[in-house]
């Protein structure tokens, strides 16, 4: 071989390590399981999330090895945050739960910039026996209101009210109402579905604390046929069918049954700047459904994670086509969120956000928040809750 030859060749080596250098392989992230104590290897346990468009086939699949009595999977890192869960047997329905067989939230990983590994231990999936039962988990001042008549449904519900520190003392104070959405997890770890939103814990600390003005809240509980009650208007269902929805009457249940109910055994503020109503995913659109039909009751609305994709059997947004139809807007304040997670992006809380202002909503009566870190789930939504209050009192 000749100089000539040589001298090209090692030039051809040192450029070829050049690029390697500015190209490194991606991180990773190893995650390593502890399964339920009844785990068989006849399982399969598949790893989602958005580092593979949550995919539980074809090749961006990843399903978790047994390796020395663990399960681990190696993932690259190639987001900023990565957001995972589990799935057994490819059944959705199975997915990680505590010891009371209560579903877990995604779980997060926050990039570093190098390999990591994750230690997730998963008691149950959700479906299985519960292992202990939950307790309960109240504080504060909180009375139970048994079996009250809703007649805009034929049936009855069981009503919490958490009454603030001050209540019982300053017998000449009135104090605005919070009424929450799925308000089986709103206070009791014992009635959640998930994890609770601890919401008469984060008001007791963050009354005396003096960052929060008091406020009594109500929560609500939904029904089995919450995805209709929900609803405000006629929407595709999940089994692919026009269903009309019944958040109308949901919100009549409130305004026109429970808020005198209240109104009449408690001191409130009953006027509209004192009423407002709060709810997450489907209880979220609720919320700026409130927001734009009953503005009259509620002054101030929050809408944690709206569901933002819900359709009609023509494949037209039902909350953007129902905004782009109002006629009337009123001076509602409202506060809704987002987590990046949920959507992927966040083209639809903008669009809605554009939306709302077009039709006539005041930049100041709207409170748009993006969380980069957020999840679909209460641990979330009780994390936002005292800075989406502490915007939502400014006009109280």
Not at 209 to 216: F, K, R, S, T, Y
Not at 218 to 230: G, H, L, Q
Not at 283 to 293: D, E, F, P, Q, S
Request: hydrophobic share 40%.
């Amino acid at each position: 071989m000749t100089h000539n030859k040589i001298t090209l060749t090692i030039a051809a080596v040192l450029a070829l390590s050049a690029c390697a250098d500015k190209n490194p392989p991606a991180p990773t992230l190893t995650i390593k399981v502890t399964p339920p104590a009844d785990y068989s290897a006849n399982d399969t346990i598949h790893l989602v999330g958005n580092f593979n468009d949550w995919a539980l086939d074809g090749d961006k699949a990843y399903s978790l090895i047994k390796n020395n009595e663990e399960l681990s999977v190696t993932i690259p890192i190639t987001e900023k945050n990565v957001f995972f869960t589990m799935v057994k047997d490819k059944n959705w329905q199975w997915m990680p739960a505590n010891e009371m067989a209560k579903s877990q939230c995604t779980y997060l990983h926050k990039a570093t910039g190098g390999d990591a590994e994750m230690a997730v231990h998963i008691p149950l999936w959700t479906g299985d026996k519960p292992l202990k039962a939950a307790e309960p988990s109240l504080s504060g001042s909180i009375v139970q209101h048994k079996n009250i008549t809703l007649p805009q449904f034929g049936r009855s519900s069981d009503i919490s009210v958490y009454l603030p520190k001050s209540y019982q003392h300053n017998t000449d104070k009135t104090y605005p109402v919070l009424y929450m959405l799925d308000g089986q997890n709103i206070f009791n770890a014992q009635t959640a579905h998930s994890d609770e939103w601890r919401i008469d814990e984060l008001l007791e600390e963050l009354t005396s604390a003096g960052n929060l003005d008091e406020m009594i809240v109500v929560a609500v509980p939904n029904s089995a046929e919450r995805w209709v009650e929900y609803n405000p208007w006629a929407f595709k269902n999940r089994d692919g069918k026009a269903t009309q929805g019944q958040g109308e009457l949901t919100i009549r249940s409130i305004k026109d049954t429970l808020k005198p109910f209240i109104d009449s055994r408690y001191r409130t503020d009953p006027q509209p700047a004192g009423t407002g109503l709060a709810g997450s995913s489907l209880g979220g659109l609720m919320a700026i459904y409130a927001a734009l039909k009953h503005s009259d009751t509620f002054g101030f609305t929050a809408a944690f994670s709206p569901a933002l994709a819900i359709e009609n059997m023509d494949g037209i947004n039902v909350l953007f086509e129902a905004i782009k139809q109002q006629q009337t807007i009123g001076n509602s304040k409202i506060y809704f969120d987002i987590g990046q997670m949920e959507y992927g992006n966040y083209e639809q809380i903008e669009q809605l956000n554009s939306l709302l202002l077009k039709q006539g909503f005041k930049p100041e009566n709207l409170k748009l928040v993006k969380d980069d870190v957020g999840r679909h789930c209460e641990v979330d939504w009780s994390r936002r809750f005292p800075a989406a209050m502490e915007w939502l009192q400014a006009g109280i």
